[in-house]
């Protein structure tokens, strides 16, 4: 950024003085520097909110074989589809488990659930946590209700989680990540649950709402119910082919014609992806990929050796009981597993890219046992770009990186009697209160009461985390690949350590 020349000071030798002068050039930078961070209003070129972001450098060049999940990842929904799924759910808790009645009256709140925070199960608190397994203060809810800072600290001992609490994947016997979008109506109607419990003086086992509220949002899934709206409304919840979905025709077929292979792995049945499809790519959509598995049960397929693949009828809508021995182009499969996929089709898997929404059960196996290149789909990276570009926030990030860099340069500093100044421990109260002040803006740029789903105030989230480990790129849209070459290299920044020193040269 052109500000940059103002932060030349930033290399100067941290040696403990005290003069009255160096107190005076400190506040005199304070206030110099706060006025050229806020006014500024040129910055560098924007980020392209459709761009696609790198973590791990992958050359498509050499990539032969690309594969799909099918919900968020090919098909986009609107927000309507939380609506559904959390009214479903929210019936199917009332009917089967025998919640109140008096929960049908609570409706989805669209502002306040992101995707990528823990639920402490055992407590009922809804929280966000870095890459470094610290709690964000100021995340934390039961219910509506955020928790006060003490009352957090008092109840985790500090803000810093063990890996036994939080677990190696998507869920531990105290903790449970939510990672993809099908979890924003979940983590909605744990938070109403637990809100109308307590508003009605309603005594109740934190750990008993999630399972049964879980135990909801599944059985929706399995029983088809929540397929079978959508098919029936399918206007009303697949994103219009004018919108986020009207490439993706064109994006297959580019594929198709630069002679890659092309497969499909989803958990949803054939009926409901061949309705979405159609309304996609037309009736003739299954000829642009060369194998298809419907009903996968992700991410068991990524893990079992023995579970048999299954030949689907399409026509009957049956599934067949011979043994599958082959994987034939033109036919539907149901099941499986992915290591006789491999070895049925003789694809390599690091020549493989595979694109998912989900961390967990598209991604992590994927990447970790068979080396897959990983392609992540994040809807919410293009809002969240087009909050990073505006003037307002960059103006305060900004200013909040000199402010930090102020309060480290303060350290150094003692008082001198009778300067009439305030004393340093008084500035640096009154600049760490204004640092939260800004931390607080940025996170309400965001979302209200948990900000973005990548960072943590200076950290990275814990999804961002887990993001950047299991996915070699991430983008909004598979189709945002249509703007760049087939044969791109796509590299990822360097992005300096704590030791190192910020080499920018100002064009």
């Known amino acids: ?105 609570v409706d989805y709140l669209s502002h306040f659930p992101i995707r990528g925070l823990h639920l402490d199960i055992k407590k009922g608190w809804l929280l966000k946590i870095d890459s470094y397994q610290n709690l964000q203060l100021g995340t934390v809810y039961h219910g509506m209700n955020e928790i006060a800072h003490n009352e957090v600290i008092k109840n985790y001992g500090g803000r810093r989680f063990n890996v036994e609490d939080i677990g190696f994947s998507q869920s531990s016997p105290n903790f449970h990540h939510f990672v993809d979008l099908f979890c924003l109506p979940e983590i909605c109607l744990l938070a109403c649950t637990f809100q109308y419990m307590l508003d009605k003086g309603i005594k109740y086992q934190p750990e008993y709402i999630f399972q049964d509220v879980h135990d909801s949002i599944n059985s929706i899934h399995r029983n088809y119910s929540l397929h079978r709206s959508i098919v029936q409304s399918i206007d009303d919840y697949l994103l219009p082919i004018k919108d986020e979905n009207s490439k993706l025709k064109e994006f297959l077929s580019r594929l198709q014609k630069n002679g890659k292979k092309v497969f499909l792995i989803t958990n949803s049945p054939y009926w409901f992806v061949n309705f979405g499809m159609q309304s996609l790519c037309g009736e003739d959509w299954s000829k642009m990929f060369d194998l298809i598995i419907c ?31 082959q994987l034939n182009r033109n036919e539907v499969y149901y099941e499986g597993n992915f290591y006789q996929m491999l070895k049925a089709t003789g694809w390599q898997s690091n020549k493989c890219l595979y694109f998912g929404d989900h961390i967990y059960g598209d991604l ?59 004393t340093i421990r008084e500035v640096r109260a009154l600049w760490l209160q204004e640092r939260d002040d800004l931390r607080l803006k940025i996170k309400k740029s965001f979302n209200p009461y948990f900000g973005s789903i990548f960072r943590a105030n200076n950290n990275p989230s814990f999804f961002s985390r887990r993001l950047s480990r299991f996915a070699d790129i991430y983008t909004s849209n598979v189709s945002n690949l249509l703007n760049y070459p087939i044969d791109s290299h796509f590299i990822p920044r360097r992005i300096d350590l704590a030791h190192e020193q910020s080499i920018k040269i100002i064009l």
């Open 364 to 422: 992590e196996q994927p990447f970790l046992k068979f080396g897959l290149r990983t392609g992540a789909i994040i809807n919410e990276v293009e809002h969240e770009v087009n909050i990073l570009n505006s003037v307002d926030y960059q103006r305060t990030v900004a200013w909040l990186n000199i402010l930090e860099d102020l309060l480290e340069q303060s350290m150094f500093l003692t008082d001198s009697s009778g300067d009439g100044l305030a």
């Open 295 to 325: 009903s996968a049960r992700k991410p068991q397929f990524f893990n079992s050796h023995s579970k048999p693949f299954r030949k689907f009828n399409v026509k009957t809508n049956s599934k067949s009981w011979d043994t599958v021995s």
């Open 1 to 105: 950024m052109r500000f940059l020349k103002c932060l030349e000071w930033r290399g100067i030798t941290k040696a403990r003085y005290s003069t009255q002068t160096s107190k005076q050039i400190l506040l005199l930078k304070y206030e110099n520097l706060k006025n050229k961070c806020l006014t500024i209003e040129a910055f560098d070129e924007k980020i392209n909110p459709k761009g696609v972001f790198t973590n791990n450098e992958i050359c498509l060049q050499d990539i032969d074989v690309y594969g799909f999940d099918y919900d968020y990842t090919l098909a986009y929904y609107n927000v309507s589809l939380y609506r559904l799924l959390f009214d479903l759910a929210k019936d199917y808790l009332i009917v089967h488990h025998k919640y109140p009645p008096g929960l049908k009256n």
